[in-house]
Structures are given as structure tokens and as C-alpha cells.
């Protein structure tokens, strides 16, 4: 009997405060798309299971259940080695939760599971910036947080036990702010969005200067940003230590690993004009001597939410095929 080759996947992207599903071809093309209200969901047993009605109802709707080969998801905190999400910090469920094994159990096809930040790496190889790039390391700034994955000769490079790449818990200041791991100091209460918004208050309770920002009831990057654009010098300084704090930690991680090219992703990207001189003063000034002046810092091209989603998928097509149906 001659096998069916299935050239599609579902690729599953797990965010703070919602979920994403894509079903995704083998060029990249997302073929339909749902999703739903991941904080919707206070016990992981309901959402694994609302999660699983809308896969099985999208890949029906869109060709048949028995054209979808493996499903790939991305969420904050996985493990691709274990298949688990372990100890998020930034969803609704805590400990350890094996989503691959649920998942797998509920609907019958090969899952593979993986961090978000292994995710975009991954989906930057495939069809963004990192494409035809061996070594590369790609930074996911958002709101929630910091991290990061680094390609080595072509593959990710997840570690002994699957936590490689958590820059963001990394310490920059001895005894800093209090983050939300437990511990003092990492670098995500820095270059975050709320690291950002918290320099802000710091700097305008610490000062008397004018700024525009003291006008604005709840302050973003993108306000502190135009408030730079019509030459508040206070807002311009909430960069310039945000920049500083992202170029050494940057400088860090290039002089350990050589990459070819830094690659930033995220929400966080909206303020680079205004972050860039100060990032790449900082990591010019801090890198190995060898590696100055050899690494491209880029910015990602991809739209934020496809490229998890595509990252996502192309977890899906790294698992051995398995189905139920058979």
C-alpha cells in the first residue's frame, strides 16, 4: 500500500493572553487560521481540550483531519526534549504541564513542543532574516520578558536539559530589581517593556527636569519614543540606559557563542530607532575585541504573529510522523 504524503502541519503559538493556530503548507503559507483566549482558561485540562476542538475543526474544514501530518507548538517556558511546558511564570498554569502528551493523547497525531523563543528562532531560519544563516542568534523582546535561541552549523542549540539561551535571567545588576523568577538583577527588568517603563518612573521620581512624559497618565515605549522624536531630553536618557543595559548583555552572549548575526524580534522592535545608537555603542564597546565590528545586529522582517506561528510549524515537520488513524 502506498503511503499518503501530507504536505501540511498545524502550528500552534501559545501566548500570554492568546492562542494562535495556523494550518501551514510546506512553502510556509498559512492555509486558515484560528485562535482563542489562552487566559480564558484557569485549568490546563480545558484548554488543552478547547485547543484540541479547534485543530481537529480547522484541519476539517480545511482539507480533511487525514491531510494534517504533525502538529508543532510554541509557548513561553517549554521544553522541546521533554515535550512539557515547565514552571511558566507567565500563564495560567503552573508546574509542570507535558502539553505533547496531552495533546498527542486528545487527538492522535505527532506533537512536538517547543520554547517561543526556539519557535522564532526557528521560523527566522526558515523564511526570515537568519534564512541561509549557520550561526545566528535571535533575542525575542516583549513585554512579558527576554529570551533567546542560538543556531549553531544549521540546528538550535537547546542545552544539556533543553533551558539554553535564558538571557533574559541573566543578571546585569548585583542585587537589581526584583524579577519575577525570584531572582535580583536579570536583565528582562531592564530591556523589557516593563523594564522600560519602570527606567521611565525611575528617572522622572528621581528628577525634577522637564519632560513630556510627567503629561502622559500611563506611560509605553512607544510614548517615551515620541516623546524622544520632539526632543525630550528625560525620554531620550530612558533609551540611552535601556540601550546600554541591551548592548552589554548582547556583548555578552556574542563574545561567548560568535555569532554571524544578532537578529531582534518582538513587540520591543517598535522602539529600535530610538534604542539602536545607544545598543550598538554599547555592544561595540563591550564585545570580545575579536568579534568587533563582525557582528550584524538585524532587526526581524517578519510580521511578530506569523512568524510564531510559522516557527511553530516548522517544530512540527522536526517530529516523527505518528497518527492514530493509520
Known amino acids: 500500500m502506498n503511503a499518503t504524503v501530507k504536505t501540511k502541519v498545524i502550528g500552534v503559538d501559545i501566548g500570554t493572553h492568546v492562542t494562535t493556530i495556523a494550518l501551514v503548507n510546506l512553502r510556509g503559507d498559512v492555509l486558515a487560521r484560528d485562535s482563542l483566549i489562552?487566559?480564558?482558561?484557569?485549568?490546563?485540562?480545558?484548554?488543552?481540550?478547547?485547543?484540541?476542538?479547534?485543530?481537529v475543526m480547522l484541519a476539517q474544514n480545511n482539507g480533511g483531519y487525514e491531510t494534517i501530518r504533525s502538529i508543532g507548538v510554541s509557548a513561553p517556558s517549554a521544553n522541546y526534549l521533554t515535550g512539557s511546558i515547565e514552571h511558566a511564570v507567565n500563564l495560567p498554569w503552573k508546574g509542570v504541564i507535558p502539553m505533547a502528551?496531552?495533546?498527542?493523547?486528545?487527538?492522535?497525531?505527532?506533537?512536538?513542543?517547543?520554547?517561543?523563543?526556539?519557535?522564532?528562532a526557528l521560523g527566522e531560519s526558515?523564511?526570515?532574516t537568519a534564512h541561509g544563516m549557520e550561526s545566528f542568534i535571535a533575542i525575542s523582546l516583549?513585554?512579558?520578558?527576554?529570551?533567546?535561541?542560538?543556531?549553531?552549523?544549521?540546528?538550535?542549540?537547546?542545552g544539556n536539559r533543553g533551558f539554553a539561551g535564558e538571557i533574559g535571567h541573566c543578571c546585569v545588576v548585583p542585587n537589581g530589581r526584583q524579577c519575577r523568577c525570584g531572582?535580583?538583577?536579570?536583565?528582562?527588568?531592564?530591556?523589557?517593556?516593563?523594564?522600560?517603563?519602570?527606567?521611565?518612573?525611575?528617572?522622572?521620581?528621581g528628577s525634577d527636569r522637564p519632560s513630556l512624559m510627567r503629561d502622559i497618565q500611563e506611560l509605553t515605549p512607544i510614548a517615551i519614543g515620541e516623546c524622544c522624536d520632539k526632543g525630550d531630553e528625560l525620554a531620550v536618557e530612558v533609551?540611552?540606559?535601556?540601550?546600554?543595559?541591551?548592548?552589554?548583555?548582547?556583548?555578552?552572549?556574542?563574545?561567548?557563542?560568535n555569532p554571524e548575526a544578532i537578529i531582534l524580534t518582538g513587540e520591543q522592535t517598535q522602539v529600535y530607532k530610538w534604542l539602536a545608537p545607544f545598543i550598538e555603542e554599547s555592544f561595540e564597546s563591550h564585545v570580545f575585541h575579536?568579534?568587533?565590528n563582525k557582528v550584524k545586529i538585524l532587526v526581524s522582517t517578519l510580521d511578530n504573529h506569523e512568524r510564531d506561528v510559522l516557527g511553530a510549524s516548522g517544530l512540527a515537520w522536526t517530529v516523527k510522523e505518528y497518527s492514530l488513524f493509520l
Not at 489562552?38 to 485543530?55: K, Q
Not at 543595559?245 to 548582547?250: D, E, F, P, Q, R
Open 290 to 292: 575579536n568579534t568587533k
Open 38 to 55: 489562552t487566559s480564558d482558561f484557569s485549568e490546563v485540562g480545558s484548554f488543552v481540550e478547547a485547543l484540541s476542538e479547534r485543530i
Open 239 to 257: 533609551f540611552r540606559y535601556t540601550g546600554n543595559m541591551l548592548g552589554i548583555g548582547l556583548a555578552n552572549y556574542a563574545s561567548l557563542v
Open 142 to 158: 516583549g513585554h512579558g520578558g527576554v529570551g533567546s535561541c542560538f543556531f549553531s552549523k544549521g540546528r538550535a542549540h537547546l
Open 101 to 120: 502528551a496531552l495533546l498527542r493523547d486528545r487527538i492522535g497525531l505527532a506533537v512536538a513542543v517547543g520554547n517561543n523563543a526556539h519557535a522564532t
Open 126 to 128: 526558515l523564511f526570515g
Open 183 to 205: 531572582r535580583k538583577g536579570c536583565l528582562e527588568e531592564y530591556v523589557s517593556s516593563r523594564g522600560i517603563i519602570k527606567t521611565a518612573h525611575e528617572l522622572l521620581e
